[in-house]
């Protein structure tokens, strides 16, 4: 006898292909009218990325008016570079990627020095690692995904440092995949999957607090 239980795999599955396809089929859209300047539709991009792209920006920087200012250069380079989107990848994984080269510009000129040694830089994140992150998996954000004291967590992940903070940003906040994350990072798989572990690993304690603080207060 057939039962839920047992098609609900293939029901899984098929929601996540169909997802997958419209996901395809808006980044074309959004290809085609960049290169047809469509009028109208970066402003319908600005209001449906304007916070991702902020928030992203601030964890990136740490500095408010740095992100802000930046912020306008983004939204100016996809208005200009707009035809070079071809739609292969999803938008905001093309968003993100300008973002972060313009924070590197930022602090090349700023600092006389290269953030891809920061970004790029060979270390322990670079050693191949044979953990897997299970996207079903719980992690130390679920215990706080629902406190209202979000600036517990905004604290937490800027105590880091930038290559484990942009990771959990990426993978938590903005809801990237893993390969998605490889693309914006210009880090391979095996990196990414390093830096997300050892972030995990080093917010853990600082989001438990966080949940253990605002039980206390209930």
């Known amino acids: 006898m057939m039962t839920f239980a047992s098609v609900k795999p293939f029901f899984v599955q098929a929601v996540a292909v169909a997802q997958d396809e419209q996901a395809r089929q808006e980044s074309l859209a959004v290809a085609q009218g960049l290169k047809r ?3 109208g539709l970066l402003d319908e991009l600005i209001v449906r990325y304007q916070h991702r792209l902020l928030r992203y920006l601030m964890y990136l920087t740490g500095n408010r008016e740095m992100a802000e200012d930046l912020f306008q250069e983004v939204w ?3 208005l200009v570079r707009g035809g070079q989107f071809n739609g292969q990848a999803r938008f905001e994984t093309w968003l993100f990627t300008i973002a972060r080269n313009l924070v590197i510009d930022q602090r ?5 020095c290269s953030l ?3 970004f790029e830089g060979k270390g322990d994140d670079d050693r191949p690692m044979s953990f897997e992150v299970a996207d079903g998996d719980p992690t130390p954000f679920d215990c706080v995904s629902n406190l209202e004291d979000r600036q517990r967590i905004a604290a937490a ?3 880091l440092d930038a290559l484990h903070r942009e990771v959990l ?3 938590f906040h903005e809801e990237l995949s893993l390969e ?3 693309k914006v990072t210009r880090a391979p798989l095996s990196t990414v999957k390093s830096r997300l572990y050892r972030g995990l690993a080093m917010i853990k304690p600082k989001l438990e607090a966080a949940a253990a603080y605002q039980q206390e207060a209930v």
């Open 37 to 39: 300047q469509e009028a």
């Open 76 to 78: 100016m380079r996809v």
């Open 108 to 112: 090349r000129k700023r600092t006389a």
């Open 116 to 118: 891809d040694e920061l």
């Open 157 to 159: 992940l800027l105590e």
């Open 169 to 171: 940003v990426l993978r």
């Open 180 to 182: 998605e994350i490889a």
